[in-house]
């Protein structure tokens, strides 16, 4: 069994972790139990080992499944039940037990059972839990010895993982090899079964009057004996069943090469379609992508040589446009603040009020009142004079611009003493 070391390893690893997994048991058939046609027959089964939990028993039948939780070290235990219709069923009569110790059926079978017979002992032998030895002795007489006594109570069951689908088995290849010791063994029994169930007929069928045991070669020639025939015709019908199975094989091997073909060619032409996209983004996108990146590489180039020009610029301040402007800015504010002082000289002799005592509105009313004396004073220089005007701002020896408190040019405020700082 080309698999089944693997799987014992890989069990073992798993019942080192104290891994429980969820299986499922799948009653098929009871044989050769004796019963009322008003009887039918029914399992409990059940599980318990040193990581499991308490046991409880779940019902299973040919039409459903017991799913249980086991280990590598658990013991799983199928009671087979025959229910009388119409009574109540705690008077049910038990009429067979199997143990199932999961390291020695993976042992034996695999990683599972499929559609295996196994004969069933006895409620009498079951009085109390066997040890781990006795229960697989108990399991390997009752797997090998299905095919020599043909007469004897047997069940048919299957035990895998509660997640497999053995309907897979044949489109999985890696459940296939999973699963190949499994199958393999099931087979092996129902060969050598359908071999015994052969020669029990056979031994049926064989005459017995002393008459026909006396009967002459040439007649047994020309009319073959029972079991001959029997066996030509179970020879036959394998062949047939072969030969069907054959068939369907192929038609599925055909299928299978034409569904393959198929996508090979979608595969070919996804492939050409790639290709000539790939052909297309080489030649054309990508010089273009290459031009509009060096055009750009050029660009920032050029500003970069920008940027370090201006910086340095202003750090040399090599700008004699910008310094001539901040040199006239620098003097007309100077000519103004020189002008708001000489107002407010004027507003302070002629209105006598100190400097501390102005508020800002009063200045501000006071500057106006002397800005229109100002303007009166000029036109009255200009016109002659009806009426003699006092000049309180006049000194002896009179000037050139009597009459003007400001002087024409602002800029003689400025004296040669003042040196105008940079802003």
């Known amino acids: ?25 799948f009653l098929h058939s ?35 499944s017991a799913v249980l939780h086991a280990s590598i070290d658990s013991v799983i235990s199928v009671r087979i039940f025959l229910h009388e219709r119409g009574t109540p069923s705690a008077s049910d009569r038990m009429v067979g037990q199997l143990m199932l110790p999961v390291r020695e059926v993976v042992g034996l079978c695999g990683p599972g059972i499929y559609q295996t017979w196994f004969l069933l002992e006895s409620p009498s032998q079951n009085a109390s839990p066997p040890s781990r030895l006795r229960a697989a002795e108990r399991l390997r007489r009752a797997m090998h010895c299905v095919s020599q006594d043909v007469q ?3 069940i048919c069951l299957t035990l895998l993982e509660a997640n497999t689908d053995s309907q897979q088995w044949t489109r999985d290849e890696a459940a296939a090899i999973k699963y190949y010791d499994t199958v393999l063994v099931s087979h092996q029994q129902h060969l050598h079964a359908t071999r015994k169930y052969l020669d029990v007929v056979e031994r049926a069928e064989a005459p017995n009057e002393p008459g026909r045991r006396q009967q002459s070669s040439s007649a047994r020639a020309e009319a073959p004996s ?31 090469t034409e569904e393959a073909n ?18 297309e983004l080489r030649d054309v996108e990508a010089p273009r992508l290459m031009q509009e990146n060096a055009d750009a590489e050029r660009q920032l180039e050029v500003a970069r040589r920008q940027n370090e020009q ?19 800015m620098q003097q007309e504010v100077l000519v103004l603040s020189k002008q708001k002082a000489a107002l407010m000289a004027m507003v302070q002799d002629i209105y006598g009020v100190p ?59 400025l004296g040669e003493e003042i040196q105008l700082r940079p802003l």
């Open 30 to 64: 009871v044989h050769n139990v004796q019963h009322s046609c008003t009887e039918s027959y029914y399992g409990m089964a059940s599980c318990c080992g040193p990581r499991d939990a308490p046991h409880t028993d779940v019902p299973v039948t040919s039409e459903r």
């Open 226 to 256: 029972a079991p001959a025939a029997s066996l030509r015709r179970a020879s036959e019908a394998g062949r047939n069943i072969e030969e069907e199975e054959a068939n369907q094989l192929r038609v599925e091997l055909d299928q299978i």
């Open 262 to 279: 198929r996508r090979i060619e979608k595969g070919n032409d996804a492939i050409l379609k790639l290709k000539a996209q790939l052909k």
């Open 355 to 413: 400097k501390e005592d102005l508020q800002e509105s009063s200045v501000q009313e006071a500057a106006a009142r002397a800005l229109a004396d100002i303007r009166g004073l000029g036109q009255a220089a200009e016109q002659p004079k009806a009426v003699d005007t006092p000049n309180f701002f006049a000194e002896d020896g009179g000037d050139e611009h009597e009459g003007n408190l400001l002087p024409l040019d602002p800029h003689e405020f």
């Open 1 to 25: 069994m080309g698999n089944q070391s693997g799987s014992i390893e890989e069990s073992n690893a798993g019942a080192d972790k104290g891994e429980l997994r969820e299986v499922a048991l």
């Open 310 to 328: 201006l910086k340095r610029r202003i750090e040399r301040q090599d700008c004699p446009e910008l310094d001539e402007e901040v040199t006239g």
């Open 152 to 154: 004897a109570p047997r």
